[in-house]
């Protein structure tokens, strides 16, 4: 028989040989679970491998009856409310009447109706599909060029994942045993840098080459109040939530419950009041969605454990560990190869799921070079302890887990926004997404660089 770590390494190629041929990532995770840990077993084994079966009922009731998961599918309810009100439609008209004085202000309001809808849906892909088909058109009409309108959605869709609340960051907290808050403490100033950055990236574009975005043209004065007073709410709302996570005034299963119930009744006030809003079959479609997708969550969290239980048995986490520790190559180089690894991933992976099944690996390791369990931040070799680069590590994680789904060949963000825009090719908004590449590698450069301002908020809010 093959020794463990073999198998491990084989039970590794085969899952992501499964999911790039698209089989759900949920029954991958378990398919070369189960069959790995078979692999192991012995001479005898059904004897060894029937009680390892039994014990799956009680692991997927740990996953499911976990209190940190709970606000799981709370934050999902509160995103799918969101878009059944319309609110991404407010949040991006009353921004456009902002920022429609200067030249490519659509689109930079676009960009920051994505960051501020992609806080209260946390999905990228849902942010990338919701915002395309509320802006694009628009973009479009106004004159923008093709590459500019799409590149900039394809792109404002990455910020759901990293500005709080975060499903994703609160997956990852729970795989490193961190703080869900102080991780979306630590999420507020990388994901504002992110916004700013776009906008920067739009400003910048239309500069050198004006054609890009049509000459400003300012709403009728009666339009531009009604959008502004539309959006007031939308951003008290939002806000709220982001800024009461983000500065720890409450913790994140309350505010994800209080965010369903304050958005909810503010999308039936809405529709009372003006005829578009959160209506009954509203409010049922995306409890539904809600199902559908908190059940494929909960379905890849079970498989993640199944799937770590059967790399633990391997060892092949600890000989990741060990080959790192005897290569000599520097900590930051092994951080920064780790990263460009999640990128590639990133381009044929969900996040959540490469999350699931990378961090476990690369974790450990990281611990293993920062000086070990009990390392103090004068000794470390990062210069942090275990808990600030759990907090470091998961930002810069989570920030190039997003690059991928705007690099090239593959870009799953591209993808929608590329559906939604059918008389846009491809590689034209492959193109549009370029700069925003290039903001992102430079915002993630500045982060390895000064790892102190990931940790500026959870310092000043801890003391």
């Known amino acids: ?174 795989i490193v045993e961190g703080s869900i808050l102080k991780m979306f403490q630590a999420a507020v100033l990388p994901g504002l840098m992110a916004v700013l950055g776009f906008i920067a990236v739009i400003a910048l574009q239309v500069r050198i080459n004006p054609s890009l975005a049509p000459e400003p043209r300012p709403m009728e004065p009666e ?79 079970f498989g993640a454990e199944v799937l770590k239980g059967f790399f633990t048995r391997t060892g092949l986490p600890q000989a990741l560990s060990d080959w790192a520790l005897s290569s000599g190559l520097d900590p930051m180089l092994v951080l920064v190869i780790m990263l460009i690894a999640f990128v590639i991933l990133g381009c044929f992976m969900e996040s959540l799921a490469m999350i699931l099944v990378v961090v476990p690996f690369f974790w450990p390791t990281l611990i293993a070079l920062n000086g070990g369990d009990y390392v103090t931040a004068d000794t470390a070799a990062f210069g942090l302890d275990n808990e600030d680069l759990k907090i470091w590590f998961g930002i810069l994680a989570l920030i190039v887990v997003e690059l991928g789904l705007i690099t090239p060949p593959v870009g799953l963000n591209v993808f929608i926004i590329s559906s939604l825009a059918s008389d846009t090719k491809m590689s034209t908004v492959f193109r549009g997404v370029m700069p925003f590449l290039g903001a992102e590698v430079v915002r993630v450069g500045v982060l390895l660089a000064l790892p102190g301002l990931t940790l500026i908020v959870p310092r000043l809010i801890g003391g």
């Open 223 to 301: 339009a531009r109040r009604v959008a502004i007073r539309r959006l007031l709410p939308v951003i008290g709302i939002f806000g709220a939530i982001i800024l009461g996570l983000g500065f720890g005034l409450f913790t994140p299963t309350p505010a994800a419950s209080i965010g369903v119930f304050v958005i909810a009744v503010y999308g039936f006030i809405l529709k009372a009041r003006t005829g578009e809003g959160l209506g009954w079959d509203g409010l049922l479609r995306a409890l539904r969605a809600t199902a559908t997708t908190a059940g494929m969550i909960y379905l890849i969290l």
């Open 1 to 174: 028989m093959p020794d463990p770590i073999t198998i491990g390494v084989l039970g590794l190629a085969i899952l992501f040989g499964l999911l790039i041929l698209r089989m759900p990532v949920g029954i991958a995770m378990i398919l070369v679970g189960i069959g790995g840990t078979y692999a192991l077993s012995e001479a005898v084994r059904f004897v060894r491998f029937v009680p390892y079966i039994k014990q799956f009922k009680t692991l997927l009731w740990e996953n499911v009856a976990n209190y940190d998961l709970s606000v799981v599918p709370l934050f999902v309810l509160m995103g799918y409310i969101a878009a059944e009100a319309r609110l991404s439609s407010d949040l991006f008209k009353g921004l456009e009447a902002l920022l429609s004085r200067l030249r490519g202000g659509v689109a930079m309001a676009a960009v920051a109706a994505c960051g501020g809808f992609g806080a209260v849906c946390g999905s990228s892909l849902a942010t990338a599909a919701t915002m395309g088909k509320v802006a694009l058109p628009e973009l479009r009409a106004l004159g923008y060029a093709p590459r500019l309108a799409a590149g900039a959605l394809a792109a404002g869709g990455t910020l759901g994942i990293l500005i709080p609340p975060s499903v994703a960051l609160v997956i990852y907290a729970i």
